[in-house]
């Protein structure tokens, strides 16, 4: 029987980002669906929706009446299911949730990637790796969106009563998909570029983990023999200033097109001739899967969300974080072969389709079912098992 869910994150607009199908699944199957986060973005598919102060730090004290107005939201309501996202609104859904476990309320958390993992700070470890494993007593479903985080909570033994692999939040291959040559030469002289213009692209927030300079260095060291280069950026963030000044002084300031927030990413994916990407840390990062979905190879620097999209010399090259000139020899090789572009470009777009909006969408549904249909009585094996 239809009941109310409940979706709660740190910020409203990640559910706009990445959950908005699954909302609508609930909607669709009779539920009433809540949305408790910060922010005052308007939702489809959302019956009520309340703003909640959670902040990203988990010293803030605004992050104590977080927690109460979310116990006092679910005592009021009732919810069937809990399906907490980010560090922050994972912590205080699940701790807020603990008395509505005990009168039958199911507590699902997804971790879009652990902030510990390997080569992760030490100092990553000593907060952040005690919290998850001790609030995963709380957990009935911990959802994980690589094999790395999956492996890491079955055999550190996390507690929750089911731990799950899901191919991460989806992509939509019907939006991002691959252009025939016309079609790609017709768009990009839409965008003022040319036919044989070697076009780069990395869409990703202007701050420290994301990690443009590497890419920035390493584009400057090839700028010579590819004067036809051109590296697309789009994004904000606090490092964009600083970005932009180095770009200067490595004298490729007109190679280097700073794009800003946009909202056509599909459209600039499917003009480049390759993806980047320089993150130090990533869960499974949607900017590479929607860079794959649309054909494109990827050189991306050595993290566990590019380890797992990317497979090194079969749909592009995982370099080291700090290498900037074996990124920049990688790039090379691929702007000087049309062929190793297109292979790996067709390698990308088979690889991708585990990660599909439809496959996903079909993981999490097994996952809802489970707690809809109220066959909640898993084995010991049932618990550790991913569908994968």
Known sequence: MPG?????ATVDYHFKAFHLPYMKWFKEQGWEVHV???GNMDLPYVDKKYNIPIQRSPFNPANFYAYKELKAIMD????KIVHCHTPMGGVLARLAA???RKEGTKVIYTAHGFHFCKGAPLLNWMIYYPIEKGLARYTDCLITINEEDYNLAVNHRF???RIEHVHGVGVDTEKFQPLN???KHELRRSYGYEPDDFLMFFAAEFNKNKNQQLLLHAFSLLKDEVPNAKLLLAGKGPLLDDCRDLATRLGIENMVHFLGHRSDISSLLQIC???VASSLREGLPVNIMEAMAC???VVASDNRGHRELIKDKINGYVIPPANDRLFSARILELAQSNDMRKKMGIESVKHLKTYSLSHVHSELNKIYTHYISGDTHETKNQRNRAYI
């Not at 109310?4 to 709660?8: D, E, I, P, R, S």
């Open 36 to 38: 408790a986060a910060s």
């Open 76 to 79: 009021q309501n009732k919810y």
């Open 4 to 8: 109310k869910v409940l979706f709660c």
């Open 181 to 183: 040559e016309d079609k």
């Open 295 to 297: 054909g494109l190879p």
């Open 273 to 275: 001739d390759l993806a």
């Open 159 to 161: 507690k929750a009563k």
């Open 98 to 100: 603990r008395r509505a």
